[in-house]
């Protein structure tokens, strides 16, 4: 894969978005390590969406300035699986 290829996915992935947990935050898409939040609208609904900043230097997604972004889901509101 050439580097623009690789940059062109690690772009996609940032921008696609990863799963954001209470509990360990955003990790990054591609190094894996925790995103500090630098934007964070207002909950929509039960959806939760925020922006990160990869800080691992040695990351694409940091050396490239890409924003990841991250969606919770309130779950709070859902009845209990067992009834």
Not at 13 to 20: D, H, P
Not at 43 to 62: A, E, L, P, S, T
């Amino acid at each position: 894969m050439t580097a623009n290829a690789t940059i062109q996915v690690a772009v996609a992935k940032a921008r696609e978005g990863v799963v954001y947990s209470p509990k360990k935050g955003a990790l990054c898409p591609v190094c894996g390590k925790r995103c500090p939040v630098v934007s964070s609208p207002k909950w929509d609904g039960d959806i939760k969406v925020r922006y990160h900043k990869c800080n691992n230097d040695k990351c694409i997604i940091h050396t490239t300035g890409v924003t990841v972004k991250s969606v919770q889901k309130d779950v709070s509101n859902q009845k209990d699986a067992h009834g």
